[in-house]
């Protein structure tokens, strides 16, 4: 019976996890086209106005734009291997299920002003 659920349980994460490595793909392919644009700028200029050091605007930005997604992936890849271990904590990016079903309902706007009034 442990076996069962068990297996159970993989084919749920397998599941859960199938969207999250589309989305991880999509991701890294815009970071990619993102630092081959960097990249590209930076060539254009070498070749195009270094020079006569003419628009200097254009070293910064493409070094802005190959660099960025280089850093937000490792700080990505490094915050979750120090975080590995915290399956308790509810990431952004997981989808915020209730245990049995039931709906916690919000406060009304009067019961606010209820609060408010009596502090």
């Known amino acids: 019976m442990g076996s069962k659920s068990n297996k159970e349980d993989k084919d749920a994460i397998s599941y859960l996890e199938e ?3 589309g989305e991880l793909r999509t991701a890294c392919f815009w970071s990619v086209l993102v630092s081959v644009a960097g990249a590209l700028m930076l060539g254009w200029w070498e070749y195009q106005y270094h020079p006569a050091n003419r628009q200097l605007w254009m070293v910064p930005f493409g070094l802005i734009l190959f660099a960025t997604p280089a850093i937000v992936w490792f700080s990505v890849v490094a915050s979750d291997l120090c975080n590995r271990n915290d399956d308790h904590v509810t990431r952004v990016s997981q989808p915020l299920h209730p245990l ?12 606010w002003g209820n609060h408010v009034a009596h502090v």
Do not use: L
Not at 102 to 110: G, I, L, N, T
């Open 19 to 21: 969207p999250r490595i």
């Open 100 to 111: 049995n079903g039931s709906v916690v309902p919000a406060k009304k706007d009067e019961q």
